[in-house]
């Protein structure tokens, strides 16, 4: 079988749609990968010789002048012609595999497609696109109801549907007679523990470009020592190492890690059991310049703050190499759960997180984290965390450590074939009524044309 995995988002950054490519393309089935270029893709998913990457052209930035109204349903437009033009025209595949968000304009172009060219169409809900633009325009927003409309309407026409939560599942059931199958993400098996020499390795290269990580020598980094025999080992007297990554965006309000760091300075200066912290954020995102420039007035003694982008190599191994995880991720609809938590559990690095309605599913209380509501809470979990660090840890983090083990032993390719597997063997190909080559034809031609539609505009 041929499958299409679509992802109108940049491929690099969309790990679960690049998983499912290399779960299918590992069983056999070949993969046309569809979606934005930007972030390099993991190097099995570009090696891989059932995999083939299609680039769909990005819309250009629209003149200021024209309404926000007009703009949406102009790009709209755009992103549809040009996902046409990614998808095969004249070769067919047997099923297509779509993520949303962003449900529009994928779910309907895509619905039409598959119903010409007599492919099998299968949704994968990650969130709700309607909740993340009732964000900014406000529920009540026409724009809002309208992307309900289309991303409801058109989500009911799938042959069948995965989610990526419990919650999710139940609420697409009970609110769009959607029946879909969870499938929690799971790590990758590059997300792993790793020992202190793999620690001190990466340490020793990244403080090339980031000096607050060096040591007092070249042999050392701020983490780690090589004895005198050449053994590794880490510091006593070292720092914490917290590690967050945010998309610098509204969505996640990267001030409540910021005030809590804030009240850890303030109580490092009065005491003296709470240890330097070097924190690690990464990401890219509009408000990122907004708050580097907030960190620097702030002037911090005790908090280091670097904000590197990481290679897909390096990512799990800074993961790995940290004491505490944060997410600041909350969920538009409250029903999907933080990748980003997911990877860290897979490098047995316990995570506090910020509370929405199925955090739960990943994320247990003083089980394998925190969850916390506010700064507040942030401040006082971070402020227990590094209470005489490193020569006296806490043995409920260790706990927490140990729990993580359970979750890492179920992994993304054991989890996907016992759930996502079954259905895509349970799909019959390309329905009776075959395809209408005479209308693909004039669309072939049209999209042609409407790909020359930005420079008249």
């Known amino acids: 079988m041929r499958v299409g995995v679509v992802v109108l988002g940049d491929i690099g950054r969309s790990p679960r749609m690049c998983y499912h490519a290399l779960s299918l393309a590992e069983n056999g089935y070949e993969v046309d990968l569809i979606g934005y270029s930007g972030s390099d893709p993991p190097d099995q998913v570009k090696s891989n010789k059932n995999i083939s990457i299609r680039h769909v052209r990005k819309v250009s930035n629209l003149p200021n002048f024209i309404p926000r109204l007009v703009k949406y349903f102009i790009k709209a437009f755009l992103q549809s012609i040009y996902l046409i033009l990614c998808l095969p025209l004249f070769s067919y595949l047997d099923c297509i595999l779509v993520q949303t968000p962003p449900g529009v304009p994928t779910l309907p172009v895509l619905y039409f497609y598959s119903l010409f060219k007599g492919t099998r169409l ?51 059931y009970e609110n769009w007679e959607i029946q879909a199958t969870a499938l929690h993400d ?3 098996e590059k997300f792993r523990p790793i020992s202190v020499e793999e620690k001190h390795e990466l340490m020793i290269r990244l403080s090339s470009e980031y000096p607050a990580l ?20 880490l510091l ?3 720092p914490g190492l917290i590690v967050s990554s945010t998309s610098w965006t509204e969505d ?34 509009d408000l990122k310049d907004f708050y580097l420039n907030k960190i620097k007035e702030m002037n911090f003694k005790y908090v280091q703050f670097i904000t590197p982008w990481l290679t897909a190599e390096d990512y799990p191994l800074v993961l790995s190499s940290a004491d505490l995880g944060v997410s600041l991720h909350t969920s538009s609809s409250g029903l999907d759960l933080p990748m980003k938590v997911v990877d860290m559990f897979g490098c047995g690095l316990p ?24 700064s507040e809470e942030l401040a006082n979990i971070i402020q227990d965390w590094f209470k005489q660090f490193p020569t006296k840890p806490n043995k409920k983090h260790a706990s927490y450590r140990k729990n993580l083990e359970a979750f890492r032993s179920a992994g993304w390719s ?18 009776s009524g075959g395809e209408f080559p005479i209308f693909l034809f004039f669309l072939a031609l049209f999209c042609v044309f409407a790909a020359y539609l930005p420079t008249a505009i």
């Open 186 to 188: 799971r790590p990758a």
């Open 214 to 233: 060096k040591g007092s020598d070249d042999k050392s980094t701020i983490f780690t020592s090589q004895k005198e025999d050449g053994s590794l080992s």
């Open 351 to 374: 995570v506090a997180a910020i509370g929405f309605p199925a955090i739960g599913e990943l994320v247990k209380d003083e089980v394998n984290g925190r969850v916390f509501k506010d």
């Open 414 to 431: 054991e989890n996907w074939n016992k759930k996502a597997l079954p259905v895509f063997k349970n799909l019959k190909g390309i329905p």
């Open 252 to 285: 996640e309000d990267f001030s409540i890690l910021l005030e809590a760091l804030h009240q850890y300075e303030k109580c490092a200066i009065e005491c003296s059991n709470l240890s330097k912290l070097i924190c690690i954020i990464t990401g890219k995102g």
């Open 122 to 172: 299968l949704v994968d809900f990650h969130n709700y696109s309607h909740t993340i633009l009732s964000m900014s325009c406000g529920e009540s927003h026409p724009l809002v109801k309208f992307t309900y409309f289309l991303e409801k309407h058109f989500g009911q026409q799938a042959v069948t549907s995965f989610c990526v939560t419990q919650a999710m599942q139940q609420d697409l």
């Open 236 to 238: 006593e007297n070292r």
